[in-house]
C-alpha cells in the first residue's frame, strides 16, 4: 500500500492538461467486443482501471497493447463470454460486458458484483432491461448467466433512474438487436453521449445521444473504428478545485467547461474567479470561500464523484454548507477522515451539513474509494503541516500522476 505525503499552504499556480475520461474509456473498451477486428483508442489515460478493463477483455479472448496514451484491442470471432468474479469484483464497469456478450455470443456468464464502498449498487435495472429485450437470467454460484435464444429483439425501455451502467448495457445491446429499441429516461452524461459517438462510427444507428431518448435500430453487424475519448471532467474538476482551494490560481486545458457547468455555478456561488473558454478553464481561489448549498443529481446536475472534492473546499468556507448526496447510500463515510483533519461535518442520511471551519490540520488519513482519496489530498493542500493519505491506490484508479501532476503546480507532494 502507498501513501501521498503532502504539504499545505502553497498556493498551486500554472496550466495542467488532462487525459480521456476513465468513465467512458472503460465503455468504450468494453464495446470493441461488438465488432471483430482491430480497434484503436486515443487519449487513454495510465490508471489502474484501464489495466483492469485489460485483463476482462483479455479474459473474454481480445488481445490488448498498450502505447502512450493509446491502446489497441483485438477482437477475435469467437469471445470466452464470461468476467469471472475476481475482476468484477475490483471493478464493477465489468458489469457492462453483460451486452456486447449477449449480442455477440448469445450467453454470457459474469459474476454478481455485490456492493462496494460506495453503497449496494443494485443492477437490476441492467437485467430488466435486457430481460425486455429477451435475455434470461439466472444466478448460478454467484454468477449471472444471461442467454438469448435466437438473436436480441428492440423494445422500449423504461428506465426509473437514467443509470448510466444500464444505459450503456442497453445500447450494447440494442445495436446489434432486431429492430428499434428506445431507451426513456436515458443517462445524458457526456461519457454516454462520446461512446454512442463511437458506436455511430462503428456503424450502428442511434439518435438522441446526449437526451433523456435514445433510439436504437438494429443493424446485422459493426465494424472496428479508431476513437478519442472524451476528456475527463473529472479530472478537470479536481484539479480546479485543488487550485480554489489552495487560494490559487490554475488553469486546465484540453477539457471542455461545458462538461461541468453546474460545478463551475457552484465554485463561482463559492467565491472563486472562474474563467472559460474553448477547451480551458481557469479557477483562482479567493483568500476564503463562502459556503454553498448544493446536491448531487446524474448530468447535468451537480456530479456525485465531485461531491467530496467540494465538500473538502467547503470545509474550509465562511458559514455552513448543506450538501444532499442523492446517488449512492453510503458516499460521506469519508467524512471521518476529514474530520481528523480538523472538518465539522455531521451527516444525517443522505445530507451533510458542513461548518466551514478557519483551518484544516495535516494528519494521516486513510483514502477510502477514488474521488474521496482526491478529496483529502486536496484537503491536505489546505491543511497545516503534513498530511499523509494512505491507500493512495483508491486514487490511482481514477488519476494518472495525481502526486506527480499536483506537484506540477508548484505543490509539496510526494509518494511514499
Ligand atoms: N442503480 C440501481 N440499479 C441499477 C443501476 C444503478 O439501483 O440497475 C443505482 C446504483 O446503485 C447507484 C445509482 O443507481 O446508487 C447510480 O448508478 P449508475 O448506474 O448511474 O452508475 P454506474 O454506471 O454504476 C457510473 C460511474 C460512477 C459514477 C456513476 C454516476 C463508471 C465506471 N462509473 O457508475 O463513477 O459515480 O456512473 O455518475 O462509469 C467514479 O468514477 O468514481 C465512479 C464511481
Avoid at 20 to 47: C, F, Q, Y
Avoid at 74 to 102: C, H, K, Y
Avoid at 264 to 278: I, N, P, Q, S, T
Avoid at 315 to 326: I, P
Amino acid at each position: 500500500m502507498s501513501s501521498i505525503v503532502v504539504e499545505g499552504g502553497i498556493p498551486l499556480q500554472g496550466t495542467i492538461g488532462v487525459l480521456g475520461a476513465k468513465n467512458a474509456v472503460l465503455k468504450e473498451m468494453i464495446s470493441a467486443l461488438l465488432a471483430p477486428g482491430r480497434h484503436r483508442l486515443t487519449n487513454v489515460p495510465d490508471i489502474v482501471d484501464v489495466e483492469m478493463m485489460c485483463q476482462v477483455l483479455e479474459h473474454t479472448g481480445c488481445k490488448v497493447s498498450q502505447g502512450e496514451h493509446e491502446l489497441w484491442v483485438v477482437v477475435p470471432q469467437d469471445l470466452n463470454p464470461e468476467a469471472p468474479i475476481e475482476l468484477v469484483r475490483q471493478m464493477r464497469a465489468s458489469i457492462v460486458v453483460l451486452g456486447p456478450l449477449l449480442a455477440r455470443v448469445g450467453v454470457a456468464r459474469v459474476a454478481l458484483p455485490g456492493g462496494d464502498d460506495l453503497g449496494p449498487r443494485g443492477i437490476d435495472m441492467h437485467i430488466k432491461g435486457l430481460e425486455a429485450l429477451g435475455a434470461e437470467f439466472e444466478l448460478v454460484h454467484g454468477e449471472l448467466v444471461g442467454r438469448i435464444d435466437g438473436r436480441l429483439k428492440g423494445a422500449e425501455v423504461e428506465l426509473a433512474f437514467p443509470s448510466v451502467g444500464a444505459t450503456e448495457n442497453l445500447l450494447f445491446a440494442g445495436v446489434l438487436a432486431e429492430g428499434v429499441t428506445t431507451i426513456v429516461n436515458a443517462a445524458r452524461e457526456p461519457e454516454i453521449e462520446d461512446l454512442i459517438a463511437q458506436l455511430i462510427a462503428m456503424g450502428a444507428d442511434i439518435t438522441g445521444g446526449g437526451t433523456s431518448l435514445v433510439t436504437i435500430r438494429g443493424v446485422d453487424q459493426l465494424q472496428p473504428v479508431e476513437h478519442q475519448v472524451v476528456p475527463d471532467r473529472l479530472e478537470a474538476g479536481t484539479y480546479a478545485i485543488a487550485g480554489a482551494i489552495s487560494g490559487g490560481d490554475v488553469t486546465v486545458t484540453g477539457c471542455m467547461p461545458d462538461h461541468l457547468r453546474m460545478e463551475l455555478r457552484k465554485l463561482e456561488e463559492a467565491g472563486c474567479g472562474v474563467e472559460r473558454g474553448e477547451g480551458w478553464l481557469r479557477v483562482k481561489g479567493p483568500d476564503r470561500p463562502s459556503a454553498v448549498d448544493f446536491a448531487t443529481l446524474p448530468f447535468p446536475g451537480f456530479h456525485t464523484d465531485m461531491q467530496p472534492q467540494m465538500v473538502a473546499l467547503l470545509s474550509v468556507a465562511e458559514g455552513t454548507s448543506v450538501v444532499t448526496e442523492n446517488l449512492y447510500d453510503s458516499r460521506f463515510k469519508y467524512v471521518g477522515e476529514l474530520a481528523r483533519m480538523g472538518a465539522d461535518v455531521t451527516t444525517e442520511s443522505q445530507h451533510a451539513i458542513v461548518r466551514g471551519v478557519s483551518r484544516l490540520s495535516g494528519c494521516p488519513v486513510v483514502a477510502p474509494d477514488i474521488r474521496a482519496g482526491a478529496a483529502l489530498v486536496l484537503a491536505g493542500l489546505k491543511a497545516d503541516g503534513v498530511t499523509q493519505v494512505h491507500d493512495a491506490e483508491h486514487i490511482d484508479r481514477g488519476y494518472e500522476d495525481f502526486d506527480g501532476r499536483l506537484r506540477s503546480l508548484g505543490a509539496r507532494i510526494e509518494r511514499s
